[in-house]
């Protein structure tokens, strides 16, 4: 025996707080409701990562699966995984003005480390 599951239908009661508003007042709080509705994920990004994510980073890099593998797992043993993989990587390039290929394999040669540590002002 199906159980029929009824709708009340209540849409006039739940829209008078916005039957006032204008188009464009309605844009704006739909706009203003879903930058609530993102930002504790906005939040979280910012301050958590993964070697997933990091290892999805550099390969929007240009860098091969095996090759971001190392440079996450070479990011984590030098205590870098806080900065991320890629910003490491971006670092390092920027520090001796160079590609960001060749920055991410230098650092694949254990290479460059210590330089990307003392500009994040990482201690040992």
């Known amino acids: ?69 190392t440079l996450v797992d070479k990011t984590i043993q030098y205590q870098l995984m806080g900065k991320g993989s890629g910003h490491v990587v971006f670092r390092l390039s920027r520090l001796r003005n160079i590609g960001i290929r060749e920055a991410g394999l230098l650092l694949i040669k254990d290479e460059g480390w210590e330089d990307v540590r003392h500009s994040f002002e990482v201690r040992s």
């Open 1 to 69: 025996m199906k159980k029929s599951l009824t709708r009340i239908d209540d849409f006039t009661t739940r829209r008078e707080h916005l039957a006032s508003m204008t188009d464009l007042e309605l844009k704006n709080y739909f706009w203003e409701l879903a930058e609530r509705c993102v930002q504790p994920m906005i939040s979280l990004a910012s301050t958590h990562t993964s070697p997933a994510i990091e290892r999805s980073v550099l390969l929007r890099m240009g860098f091969s699966s095996i090759e971001a593998k």
